[in-house]
């Protein structure tokens, strides 16, 4: 089966980098559009930035100029830099990918990660 696993989140503080991992795993045909989202206790999970196999980008506002998502399709790896941090950047922080298995190339399915916490202090 097809599983995505994120990893690199952790506590920093403001101002701070962190980069995250998300690494998919089985029997994996191709990854297709990619991306971060983020959740915040007692709030809904928001877009964070995805990115195309071909690599356009898409930001929220609020991290534009600050996150550079990036990908290794050899290594089925989206990644996540995240510079100039602030508290507000607090959420666990999941992946998400459209993938096509290897079994069946003709569709593909949405997985997500377990999420990853990231918590930036003042």
């Known amino acids: 089966q097809v599983q995505l696993m994120e990893s690199g989140g952790g506590l920093v503080q403001a101002g701070g980098s962190l980069r995250l991992s998300c690494r998919a795993s089985?029997?994996?045909?191709?990854?297709?559009?990619a991306g971060w989202y983020r959740q915040a206790p007692g709030k809904q999970r928001d877009m964070v930035a995805t990115i195309t196999r071909g690599g356009i980008t898409n930001y929220a506002d609020s991290v534009k100029g600050r996150f550079t998502i990036s990908r290794d399709n050899a290594k089925n790896t989206v990644y996540l830099q995240m510079n100039s941090l602030k508290p507000e950047d607090t959420a666990v922080y999941y992946c998400?990918?459209?993938?096509?298995?290897?079994?069946?190339?003709?569709?593909?399915?949405?997985?997500w990660g377990q999420g990853t916490q990231v918590t930036v202090s003042s």
């Open positions: 089985g029997l994996i045909f191709s990854i297709n559009a």
């Open positions: 998400n990918a459209d993938i096509k298995r290897l079994s069946t190339r003709l569709y593909e399915d949405t997985y």
